[in-house]
């Protein structure tokens, strides 16, 4: 049991109320629109592989170059599936993949059926469809039975830590000698501006700056060698990686097939610091965690970007109203409250009287407004200043607030953060801090019992307060001008604006998405 505090019940009902308040219309915006990303994951699902060799740009992945020629030709109004399916029910072509060949060739035609054509479309579309998240739900049993096997790491938290060479084939070994120093979740971060890219590259690649690209053969090939070393140590070593950008929704769905446990997604993430259009991102966002919820992926959301621009201490509530949003939009796509890795982190400087036990009362918060949720606690960043020795003593810090405060995930702390790429020893190091407090500390939150009106309990409130007032606002006047007003993380972003704005399609009346019908059992 760690530390807990007795929040007022009524100040936390009225935050949840506001918070679904605030969610709605959006929640409402998402399910009228579809995205070229949510049409592509559609026909992954379906088992669309492979790139299209001969357009003379490049191997551009056969799901864009359908989805692109499906909405030149007749729209995404009426979504690719429709379009695509037809073509194989009426013998146009034999299977999916002779839709991408003859897209290819330049022979492709397509049309919205009606009526007889209409039906068999549909129900080839969700037929296979229906088969890819037959295989998503069979990874997901495999999950069930490695854990039961394995065994899942002996205590919490899980020691999350993140490997990033650019070359897949260099991660993996490192990946192993992670986990065989104590990770208990690998994290592959993904090359810089790949959120960007609005597609998903091919293939094992080698070539990753500050990351390696997040590809469905690098996913296999890492969770293939993670397997392996599972089977090794006795415990289950988990997976991560991000579905977020232009992207969202495919990387979801890829990471469902190949069997990742953990997913960067937030949604708002895209929006402020990577300027993707808002409505795009609450698109995609959406479709992606539905698809995390059936795999059974954990989601880990991206609050602790917010204090990188912003002041942890006079913004912390803004933390604690994203975290609220975010557990709103991720039990609205199915995800239940053990999946919700909701976001903080340890970013007051340092050098505020008094930052430990703010950073304390902030972490009590988060555990005590979401009991039953894996929280995940991120390092501090903000205040390393290539100091390693302070940077050594700071993550020590991080690592009792997280002990003492029950995180489920803690992301490990490297002393070399703005200095380097941390070196393998550098990794090493930072294990045996959390090492050392984990066993030096462990059950000390026993023993921690902050009193009412104490400074833990009256800080913790006070932000919560501040929480239900910007609620209150964001609900009056919208979520979306309250993004684009820089409530969050001071950075506007206007709902008319934005990357990836292109892509984003009303649909029409007849719309079909297989993959959201089947997973919201409409189908």
């Known amino acids: 049991m760690s530390a807990r505090l007795t929040l007022d019940p009524h100040l936390v009902a009225r935050a949840r109320t506001l918070a679904e308040q605030a969610a709605q219309p959006v929640i409402d915006l998402a399910a009228q629109h579809t995205t070229v990303s949510v049409e592509r994951a559609v026909l992954r699902l379906a088992g669309l592989e492979g790139t299209d060799p001969v357009t003379g740009e490049g191997e551009i992945p056969w799901v864009n170059r359908v989805v692109d020629v499906v909405r030149d030709q007749v729209g995404l109004e009426h979504g690719v599936a429709l379009p695509v399916w037809h073509a194989v029910a009426s013998g146009s072509a034999g299977s999916l993949q002779d839709v991408a060949e003859q897209v290819g060739a330049g022979t492709a035609r397509f049309e919205v059926p009606a009526g007889g054509d209409e039906e068999r479309a549909r129900e080839a579309a969700l037929a296979a469809v229906g088969a890819g998240l037959g295989r998503v739900d069979a990874a997901r049993r495999r999950r069930e039975e490695l854990v039961a096997t394995h065994g899942d790491p002996p205590r919490r938290p899980w020691i999350y830590l993140i490997v990033a060479t650019g070359d897949i084939h260099e991660d993996i070994p490192q990946a192993q000698a992670a986990a065989r120093a104590g990770a208990d979740v690998i994290a592959v971060i993904r090359s810089t501006g790949q959120s960007l890219l609005d597609y998903v590259p091919e293939g094992a690649t080698r070539t990753g700056y500050a990351g390696t690209y997040a590809t469905q053969e690098n996913f296999r090939l890492m969770r293939a060698a993670l397997d392996d070393v599972s089977a090794e140590l006795g415990r289950y070593v988990r997976l991560t990686n991000y579905a977020s950008g232009l992207c969202m929704p495919e990387i979801a769905a890829l990471a ?45 959301t991206g609050e602790d970007n917010y204090l990188t621009t912003a002041d942890a201490v006079d913004e912390a509530h803004t933390v604690t109203v994203s975290q609220l949003l975010n557990e709103r939009f991720a039990r609205e796509a199915g995800l239940e409250d053990w999946q919700l890795g909701l976001g903080h982190a340890f970013e007051i400087n ?35 200043t290539g100091d390693v020795f302070g940077g050594y003593l700071l993550d020590g810090f991080f690592n009792l607030a997280g002990l003492l405060t029950d995180q489920s995930i803690l992301l490990v702390g490297m002393m070399t953060e703005a200095v380097v790429t941390p070196w393998l020893s550098d990794r090493d190091l930072a294990l045996r801090n959390v090492r050392y407090v984990l066993d030096a500390a462990g059950g000390l939150e026993e023993d921690l019992a902050p009193p009412p009106g104490g400074f833990l309990d009256t800080r913790a409130h006070t932000v919560l307060g501040e929480a239900v007032e910007l ?53």
């Not at 409505?279 to 989601?299: K, L, P």
């Not at 950073?359 to 390393?384: C, G, I, N, Q, V």
């Not at 001008?481 to 950075?491: C, L, R």
């Open 256 to 300: 469902g097939l190949e069997r990742l446990d953990m997913m960067l997604n937030d949604a708002m993430y895209g929006i402020l610091f990577r300027d993707i259009n808002p409505i795009r991102t609450f698109v995609d966002q959406r479709f992606s965690r539905m698809v995390h919820a059936r795999a059974g992926i954990i989601i880990n």
């Open 350 to 384: 340092p050098t505020v009287p008094g930052s430990f036990r703010l950073e304390l009362a902030h972490a009590m918060l988060a555990r005590s407004l979401f009991p039953d949720a894996p929280l995940k606690w991120m390092p501090p960043t903000k205040h390393m």
């Open 471 to 523: 609620l209150e606002r964001i609900a009056a006047d919208g979520l979306l001008p309250s993004i684009a007003q820089g409530t969050f993380g001071i950075t506007k972003r206007p709902a008319d604006r934005g990357k990836g704005l292109d892509g984003v399609v009303v649909k029409a009346p007849g719309h079909l998405d297989p993959a959201t019908e089947l997973m919201e059992g409409r189908a």
